[in-house]
């Protein structure tokens, strides 16, 4: 057979007629489905990459329908494997008459079907044809359709080439689909027509994530016969209630923290779901302190479950870090088992903690929403006085070139760290005393006699005696002794007693200061209209008034750490601030609670 450009009448009249039948099957084709099949809800095999058409019903197949790895036409657009509509002819050879038709039902998971075309002709326009339509199943409602004539010039092999088609169906979701291609026609002797289809074989996988957690990575196609993992993660404070793969349960993710599912060699479409619960709280929170060591100001650290130090100074930045899975703690310190805090919060926390001298035992708690509650502890020393130092009475002349010297130095708090005389090194018995010898020069010799504790605070003494001038003993030092809640006072050995005993407030030492004043040979004048008390002692002179941190030392203002006050009619003035600016050595015993006082007239 040859082909004409000019062909006659009745050739032109066959052909008419036999593209009419054609056109007539290729319709009624669209339209069919059959009674009772029921789409599948999870299509496999969507590229053919089984090597079968396992899920494709063969509507028709007059010259030849089946599937084909890459051959001397076309490798297959996706994978290795493609349908194939009508026989492949290398040669003008005849075809059978007929539309050779593969469909399939399935349920729509995707939001978008994805396939594609490559058509193969010899024939011209108008004979043969190729077509593809999507509709709902058991409707005539039609998504997408397309079809298309014989195109070549009747000479050569023509093709489209691969033509990649997407339909939109997320309008359709759930919802039964059918999917048909045709491929054929008129029954020419020697000009044919055939097509190869593919249809992309990546599944979908559907995944749905409830509220307060999530999966990893989302919905969304994968590789066709890839192994994809998904993580399920419940927020903070949760945990995995349900997990399901395609509808079943997954039991050992239940109460979970985390869980991972890996699909292997996947192929068909797969959906994952999953819900959380709130986790029941039985974790209690978590204190962390830091290595108090490395910390500024402290000295005598000892490490250990609770951690003991000293620090010189109150009050003492407490820093810590407090954990909870909650989000929420109400955290508590106490100090010598009083509640000073007790706010709420979490993370890293410096709180200003005011210690009293001495021993002070510290407990940090911390307690979340559902009982659940942790504490921690510190023993921290606070050693702001300098160590006791007394020193017995020295002469202010002498005839011998030795002098002893004898006393006590203690530190109860955090130790003695040194004890000098004129730079040389003492050490003192284990009570505190000591006793040396020290060699004097012609004329006068300046005695400078110093104790430093180990929290660093330093107290001295000095004196001036005279080498080489017989003379009489010099007046004697007045030694006073008060002990806190006692209203005996001792000078120089001797008990009297004040009209009301010494008390601690704020961390100050507060006392009746005119017995010890007039016991010392000085003078309170007070003031009834300003409520002003004025000490005189030797060369100085103290100003205070009642309820002010502001007094007058020699005529120059200073600051108090705390206010003059009247107790049960009494007038109650600060020492450590009368006695430092009238010239008495002051020193504190915290186990004791005593104050010892050295004054030279």
Known sequence: MFLHVNFNLEEVMVRLKRLVISSIVCVLVLGLVPVGVRAEALPGNWGFESGT??????????????????????????GNWMGVLGLPRPVLTSQPYGMNTIRRQFTATMNQLKFAYNVFCYDYPPFDNFSYVVKLYDEETVIASWSTTSFGPSTSLESTGWQPVTV????????????EMSAGGTRDTSLALWAYVDVDPDPIVTVTAGPNGT???????????????????????????????????????????????????IEVPHTIAATFRSMPDVLAPTITFPKYGSVAGVTNWVDGAVQTFTVHAS??????????????????????????VDPMGIGTITYMLA?????????VTGADGSGNWTSQKLVIYLDSMAPALSIDPLPSSVSSSVLPISGSAIDAV????????????????LDGSFSEKLALTQGDNAIVIEAKDKAGNITSQTFTVKYGTSSSTAPSSLYVVLTIGSANMEVNGMTRTMDAAPFIRDGRTLLPIRALIEALGGSVQWNASTKTATVALGSRTVALTIGSKT??????????????????GRTFLPLRAVAENIGLDLAWEPVSRTISLTYWP
């Open 355 to 363: 210690l009293t001298e001495g021993r002070n035992d510290v407990e």
């Open 53 to 78: 058409l396992d899920g494709w019903t063969i509507v028709s197949a007059p010259d030849h329908v089946g599937v084909s790895q890459a051959d001397q036409f076309t490798d297959p657009y996706w």
């Open 215 to 265: 999966v990893t990575p989302g919905t969304g196609s994968v590789t066709y016969h890839s192994s994809p993992s998904y993580l399920v993660k419940p927020n903070p404070g949760y945990l995995i209630d349900t997990l399901t793969l395609d509808g079943t349960a997954i039991t050992a993710a239940a109460n979970k923290l985390s869980y991972t599912i890996t699909l292997p060699a």
């Open 168 to 179: 939109d169906v997320s309008a359709y979701r759930n919802r039964q689909l059918t999917i």
């Open 414 to 429: 955090s130790g003695l760290a040194s004890l000098t005389i004129n730079g040389e090194s003492v050490i003192p018995f």
């Open 315 to 340: 009050p003492f930045p407490l820093q810590f870090t407090l954990e909870d899975n909650s989000g929420s703690v109400k955290w508590t310190v106490k100090v010598n088992g009083t509640v000073v």
């Open 551 to 568: 007094a007058l030392v020699n005529g120059k203002t200073i600051t108090l750490d705390v206010a003059p006050m009247i107790v049960k």
